[in-house]
């Protein structure tokens, strides 16, 4: 299958603070990319949705102030978690997909807020 | 009522068993059925899609879908240790976006 790396796989950052993880589709053009967080035991919940170009789809309940999603080219989306909280600390996970239902995901990001 | 709803396990079976692992879903627009494979700590991986009723085999792995009661499942002949993952189902729909469940954690013990 199609391959998509995100960076970092994990980081520790202090409460206050923004990081920026990076997910880029390698051999394929992501027309759309999807980002999820995940808590411990339990499903992907879907944050956000983003087609090249144009401004993300947040889901009901995400603070689109808070995650910024950018989705500049047709291989690079980027999600900045600002002023980071202990509470964010999550499971983020990165899917891109070219068209219907195939997505492939990213390896995930660990984030630690402390 | 969650869209997709999935067995919660978690579930452990002795090598070489046959595991079934079930889902239902409630929306009849879902057109195409998956199922993902995590391991800890790890982005999910596409196992297998079908988008019909019926079953689809590769290898170990059988997807199963019956539409008219809105289940689906995926059996593993002759599980392996290296099967011990969280398996998620997954539809979805052409308005672009996939509807997961919560997983099922399995163990495979040698």
């Known amino acids: 299958g199609a391959v998509v790396s995100q960076h970092p796989s994990w980081v520790i950052c202090k409460s206050g603070t923004s990081v920026k993880i990076e997910c880029r589709s390698l051999?394929?053009?992501?027309?759309?990319m999807f980002w999820y967080r995940q808590f411990p035991k339990q499903s992907l919940m879907l944050m956000a949705t983003?087609?090249?170009?144009?401004?993300?789809?947040?889901e009901q309940g995400v603070e689109k102030d808070k995650f910024l999603i950018n989705h500049a080219s047709l291989t690079l989306s980027t999600l900045t978690v600002t002023s980071a909280h202990p509470e964010d600390s999550s499971f983020y996970i990165c899917?891109?997909?070219?068209?219907?239902?195939?997505?492939?995901f990213g390896q995930g990001t660990r984030l630690t807020v402390v | 009522q969650k869209e997709v709803e999935q067995d919660p396990g978690p579930l452990s079976v002795p090598e070489g068993a046959i595991v079934s692992l079930n889902c239902t879903y409630s929306?009849?627009?879902?057109?195409?059925f998956m199922w993902y494979r995590q391991y800890s700590r790890k982005g999910p991986e596409l196992l297998m899609y079908?988008?019909?009723?019926g079953n689809k085999e590769d290898g170990r792995f059988t997807a199963q879908v019956d539409k008219s009661s809105k289940y689906i499942s995926l059996f593993i002949r002759d599980s392996q240790p290296s099967d011990s993952a969280t398996y998620l189902c997954?539809?979805?729909?052409?308005?672009?976006?996939?509807?997961f469940g919560d997983g099922t954690t399995l163990t495979v013990k040698p």
């Open positions: 997954a539809t979805y729909t052409n308005a672009g976006k996939s509807t």
């Open positions: 079908t988008y019909s009723s």
């Open positions: 051999d394929f053009q992501a027309t759309t």
């Open positions: 929306n009849s627009a879902f057109q195409y």
């Open positions: 983003s087609n090249e170009g144009s401004k993300a789809t947040y």
């Open positions: 899917s891109g997909a070219d068209r219907g239902f195939e997505a492939f």
